[in-house]
């Protein structure tokens, strides 16, 4: 068969072409008077704001949406949260909570409006917590700040936005005998204000001896830092004050004592008097064992003057003082195991005094020493400036 000549068609060729070229033309363009097919509108989302600032103690803020169509907000920044409302349609808001910042250093975090392909993004800062003022008479360790304190220099009764007192029957823990109260029973004071002196006081009424159990900033708690407090400790076979620290939040269910981990900074008991300890508590070190971590010096003059019992604990060690000389000292054994270091989460301060038990009331009580009160100067705690 002969090839046609390049740009020469035959009679018979353009009688087959001519209306295959008229067909495509048609698809190419509009025939017979047809419009062109819309495009599909593009998506779009048009947040009101492009950037959000929250101060350190948090809040919230909102702003609206305008989208194509349906649309989502989200955050990957864990003290961000996020409140929407109208995301099905083509308007709508957002209301952005913040969390305080304790850090001493500005944090950013960013939100992400999504609707169709379209993107959008709203910056979010946040100024740094700021340094308190310090009284010039109180020493702040190098390299720390004051972050907490109660000096009881004002009011009659602790302090209710810093302490919170326990109530519980006797026989709570440890077999202990006193009912801690709320403050006051029978109008009398457990906790009292005076003189810059906090005093806890155990004392009977009837058959019953009340007394006073304060738990300090406790659902917020710290971790790691520098916990201090100046005390008086009571007299009389029976007493049992202490000084020490528990994880904040702590589900008992799921994370119970020991295995949640134990503080104490500072116990004496009445019978062995001016013998003060601090010890440890672990799921594997804990005084039902017999296996907790415990160190005892005599402190002459604990009944009868003020001293500073001091805690320093870091991600590495937790080491205790007294009057500034060290006295336990227990390191982090790197293993990354609960059951020797529940150590890496916040704890609250506790103050109380315990009358009898366990170890108080280990070689009798004698009720003649009633009322018995431990006297607190201050307490403070100081963390690393980050």
């Not at 005390?231 to 295995?259: E, Q, V, Y």
């Not at 003020?306 to 007294?322: D, G, N, Q």
Request: glycine share 10%; with cysteine.
């Amino acid at each position: 068969m002969l090839c046609p000549v390049p740009g020469i068609f035959s009679y018979d060729m353009k009688k087959y072409l001519l209306p295959l070229l008229a067909t495509v033309a048609c698809s190419a363009v509009a025939c017979g008077g047809d419009e062109p097919a819309p495009a599909p509108e593009a998506s779009s989302v048009k947040p009101s704001v492009e950037s959000i600032s929250f101060e350190y103690g948090g809040g919230s803020s909102s702003f609206t949406v305008e989208t194509s169509g349906e649309w989502d907000a989200a955050t990957s920044d864990a003290w961000l949260s996020l409140s929407k409302t109208g995301t099905a349609s083509k308007t709508g808001s957002v209301t952005v909570t913040a969390t305080e910042n304790t850090a001493r250093t500005e944090r950013t975090g960013k939100i992400t409006i999504i609707s169709g392909r379209a993107r959008a993004e709203v910056a979010v800062t946040q100024q740094p917590r700021p340094a308190q003022p310090v009284d010039p008479s109180i020493e702040v360790p190098e390299g720390y700040e004051l972050v907490w304190n109660d000096e009881f220099n004002s009011g009659s009764v602790p302090d209710p936005a810093k302490w919170r007192h326990e109530v519980q029957g006797p026989g709570w823990v440890n077999n202990e005998l006193q009912t801690y109260v709320n403050g006051a029973y029978d109008g009398r004071r457990v906790t009292e204000i005076a003189d810059g002196i906090l005093s806890i006081t155990a004392f009977k009424s009837g058959n019953a001896v009340y007394s006073g159990r304060i738990y300090g900033n406790e659902t917020q708690g710290w971790k790691y830092g520098i916990f201090e407090a100046r005390l008086k400790l009571p007299k009389g076979k029976g007493t049992w004050p202490a000084f020490w620290m528990m994880p904040s939040n702590n589900d008992f269910n799921t994370t119970p004592w020991p295995l949640c981990g134990e503080i104490d900074i500072m116990e004496e008991v009445g019978y062995n008097p001016n013998y003060t300890s601090s010890s440890i508590h672990t799921s594997a070190y804990n005084h039902v064992q017999g296996t907790q971590r415990t160190a005892e010096r005599l402190t002459a003059g604990a009944e009868d003057d003020f001293h500073v019992y001091r805690l320093v604990w870091t991600p590495e060690a937790i080491k205790t003082y007294v009057d500034g000389t060290p006295l336990l000292t227990f390191t982090n054994d790197g293993k990354g195991d609960v059951r020797t270091w529940p150590f890496n989460r916040p704890f609250y301060i506790i103050l109380n005094l315990a009358w009898g038990g366990d170890w108080g009331g280990a070689q009798g009580v004698d009720e003649s020493a009633l009322p018995a009160t431990m006297q607190v100067d201050y307490v403070r705690v100081f963390q690393k400036i980050d």
